[in-house]
């Protein structure tokens, strides 16, 4: 397997950076998650524009123009001869002195990394994952802005701890008004009466690229999306619940804290949209 390391491609066994990288002291980078549908790379330009804006918020310099970043993804794709694979690309300040200010750091690390997929079990897709609220909040929007995908996801690491201590799929996280935010790496939609609702990303959630992709295929589709705050009450009471995510797709929510959502199946809206978004996923992306 051919990582790409800051420049050049290095066998996996090799890809290693500096124990100085503030990447790895601090958390001080962003990343992105991408996949690919039979060699498509699936909304390459959404997700380098996330990762060039999430970088500009943290004054972090990508040593690269979008277009070549974009060539150097794809040949990481094709160096590994993957059709359907998960991309990450990590940019992280770089190293320098143990010090936080990253004025040390001279170089910021580039690193891009595509194996196969490891795709949810297709079970899972028909019984839908269950989902406990957590005691860990989201962190507020105006500490660090939920827009920007940083390498700092210690508070998602803990709620996805606590879903496991609950013994379910996934964490439902809320911001400090108690408002539903997102899942620990997807992003959340209920339906009720038929009108499609998730949380504005200002509450404290990554705006989704599959979100965003969901709620442009459900209005193609005819449905009406609201971007609204709600609270676990109305997840407990919709009719559907799902999650989007790269990895995830869409997938849907069938147990909130103990309570059955709908009739404890995956409801018709999401299987409507999970099988619409299968059918672009092929199509609409970056050969
Ligand atoms: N929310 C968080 C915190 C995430 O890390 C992710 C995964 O990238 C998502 C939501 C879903 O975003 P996307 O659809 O762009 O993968």
Redesign the pocket.
């Known amino acids: 397997q051919w990582i790409y390391l800051g420049g050049e491609f290095v066998n996996k066994n090799e890809a290693v950076v500096s124990v100085y990288d503030h990447g790895f002291l601090y958390g001080d980078g962003v990343f992105e998650?991408i996949r690919t549908y039979e060699g498509n790379i699936f909304k390459l330009d959404e997700h380098l524009d996330r990762l060039y804006d999430s970088a500009k918020s943290i004054m972090l310099h990508i040593p690269y123009e979008k277009e070549e970043l974009e060539a150097i993804i794809a040949e990481t794709v094709r160096k590994n001869k993957l059709e359907t694979a998960y991309i990450r690309v990590v940019v992280s300040r770089g190293a320098g002195n143990l010090g936080l200010d990253p004025a040390s750091c001279s170089n910021p690390r580039v690193v891009v990394i595509a194996e196969a997929l490891a795709l949810f079990p297709k079970e899972l897709y028909e019984r839908g994952v269950r989902l406990a609220s957590v005691s860990s909040r989201r962190n507020r929007p105006d500490v660090l802005p939920p827009q920007v995908?940083s390498l700092n996801y210690l508070n998602?690491i803990l709620v996805k701890m606590e879903a496991n201590q609950a013994g379910v799929d996934e964490a439902l996280m809320l911001n400090d008004q108690g408002y539903v935010t997102?899942?620990?790496?997807?992003?959340i939609f209920i339906v009720k009466k038929g009108i499609i609702y998730t949380p504005p990303t200002y509450l404290g959630?990554?705006e989704?690229?599959?979100?965003n992709a969901i709620m442009d295929l459900a209005e193609e589709k005819g449905y009406t999306v609201k971007e609204q705050p709600f609270t676990r009450h109305d997840v407990y009471v919709a009719d559907e619940v799902f999650l989007?995510?790269?990895a995830a797709e869409v997938i849907a929510v069938v147990e909130v804290d103990q309570r059955k959502v709908g009739d404890g199946s995956p409801g018709v809206v999401t299987n409507h949209l999970l099988s619409e978004f299968r059918k672009v996923t092929t199509t609409d992306g970056y050969k």
């Open positions: 998650g995908k998602n997102e899942g620990s790496a997807d992003n959630a990554l989704g690229i599959t979100r989007t995510g790269t």
